[in-house]
């Protein structure tokens, strides 16, 4: 049986090339939602602040992207993080998985006209690997069945931005600009907060113009300043950003818990707002990054 194609939401447009890269095509203006570790089911998770910043979303048109860790799924048997105190009480069901991945489509089908790319992390991953389903995948089905056009992509990825334009009467995107994005790994870095990452990534990733992660709950954004040198020959500057992402998951009284043992901060809770201006002249995109919180 042959699938249907998705239905087309409001929006950029989302193609993959591969796994994890995707091109996205906007229209003049188009702004993004950039969030990760919201955690949607733990007890701690702040759904008053993240039903905030969707409804800004859906207000202003922009396309939101999630960066991994939707999910916790901390609580079946099989997770030594788990907590059953820490378990929401409409989750306490033999059916613990199913209930939370029913629960996310019904929220986000609110949401599903500016839902538009859900990215995996260490919590998706966990599951996969012990229990041979992928939840992002189930909730990205039903979105595109309920009319959204929701994408999913790795751990880390490329994803590859292009304004639409008009030339000689053809529509499509010019010069696009390149988003690398990587959840995150290791510890939550209590002194540097992981800023340390920006000048190895910096030179990993020489020709990302945006640098997201995510994963370790912390919040920043660093701004470095480039020398490149166009197609012609010219030099000029540019900037990267450097953006780690933050989280919608409270650290709670620090009574216990697996954050709590482990030592982490407490978070900077929200994500970005970011926007592609494309610079007529030069034909370069610049983007602006302000803080969601």
Known sequence: MTPQSPKKSCGPTIKATGRNNHIVDYETWQEFLFISDVHFD???????LLDDHLRQAQKKGAAVFIFGDWFDLMQGKWDPRGNYSDLRPEYKSINYLDAVIDDTIEYLTKYKDIIRFLGRGNHETNVEKRMHTSPLDRVAAVLRERGG????????GWLQFGELRTNKGERRARGRSNVHYHHGFGGNAPRSKGVLRVDIDQMQFPDAAV???????????????????SSAGTPYQDTVHHVQMGSYKLLGDRFAGWAVEKGFNTPRLGGWWAMPVRDRK????????????
């Open 282 to 293: 030069t034909e370069r995109t610049k983007w602006k990054i302000t803080e969601a919180s």
């Open 211 to 229: 640098l997201l992660r995510g994963h370790t709950h912390q919040k920043w954004y660093v701004p470095v300043t480039v020398d490149r040198l």
């Open 42 to 48: 733990a007890s701690k998770c702040d759904r008053e």
């Open 149 to 156: 056009d929701c994408h999913v992509g790795g751990y880390t």
